[in-house]
């Protein structure tokens, strides 16, 4: 199904990574190795994970995800998390999901803009 | 009882996981839960679905509507014949695990629902039921 695939878009020097609604957990695993294949590919500085549709956002997933952002950050990338939908960061609060220092913004456009202002040295994090 | 509101998936794969929380969202949404109350149980149904998958690679998730006074609520039980929970309160404590989760399925669900039983005996199996009431 189209829908339940992970898209990987390349945009400059940076990665789109766009995440289905429901992904099942063979998928949440292959987004690791994608993201971390595309980001060596392409020699991105970075990449907005874009969960914006993403309805349920459970331990595993988050583990995941979680991973994914101390592999890039190993390899000289900077992840930005978008698009989180209210009731998923209040579940995902209360079931005691931490992200720690993983950057977050509201949506893709704004992650785009954190992405490419610290690139060109603007703003520092 | 409309046939929606009660039913059962057999978990015997990973896919069920989805399957899983497909059949609680439409039951949720059904029975007139809001979008973050859905989101509470879904994600629970996922947390639990995936327990049963990794410690009992078999089971039966049940779904029901239920109905106290004029209260209603969505009923979910998660029954397996596994390995079963050695020390229960352990298995509560927030970063205790003994697979390889996070040790936030068992007391997250808690929190994210309005009761939780758990039954368990080791070699036998465990049951798991957790209930979210409809705020009125």
């Known amino acids: 199904m189209a829908s ?10 940076l990665l789109l990574v766009t995440v289905p609604p429901d992904p099942g957990d063979e998928l949440i695993s292959s987004l690791q190795e994608q993201v971390l294949e595309a980001m060596a590919r392409h020699d991105a500085k970075g990449l907005v ?35 989180m939908r209210a009731n998923v960061a209040v579940t995902a609060t209360q079931l005691g999901l931490t992200i720690g220092k993983t950057l977050t913004a509201l949506n893709v456009d704004q992650a ?14 | 009882m409309n046939e ?16 899983a929380r497909k059949v609680v969202r439409d039951a949720a949404t059904a029975l007139g839960f809001g979008i973050t109350d859905v989101t509470r149980i879904v994600t629970t149904a996922s947390e639990l679905t995936r327990n049963i998958y990794h410690y009992a690679k078999s089971g039966v998730v049940y779904w029901r509507e239920v109905n106290h006074g004029t209260d209603t609520g969505l009923e979910l039980t998660f029954e397996d014949q596994g390995p079963g929970i050695p020390d229960i309160d352990k298995a509560m404590e927030v970063g205790f695990s003994t697979g390889k989760g996070m040790g936030l399925g068992l007391p997250g669900s808690k929190r994210l629902m309005d ?5 368990s005996k080791v070699g036998i199996g465990t049951t798991v039921i957790v209930r979210k009431w409809l705020k009125k």
């Open chain 1, 4 to 13: 339940e695939r992970i898209s990987v878009i390349k945009l400059h020097e």
């Open chain 1, 49 to 83: 994970l874009d969960i914006s549709t993403v309805q349920t956002l459970d331990s595993f997933f988050a583990r995941t995800v979680a991973e994914t952002v101390q592999m890039v950050a190993l390899m000289g990338g900077r992840t930005v998390l978008a698009g």
């Open chain 1, 112 to 125: 785009l803009d954190m992405l490419n202002a610290m690139s060109s040295g603007a703003c520092r994090v």
């Open chain 2, 4 to 19: 929606l509101y009660q039913g059962e998936i057999r978990i015997t794969s990973e896919n069920e996981i989805v399957i």
């Open chain 2, 115 to 119: 009761e939780m039983t758990i039954e």
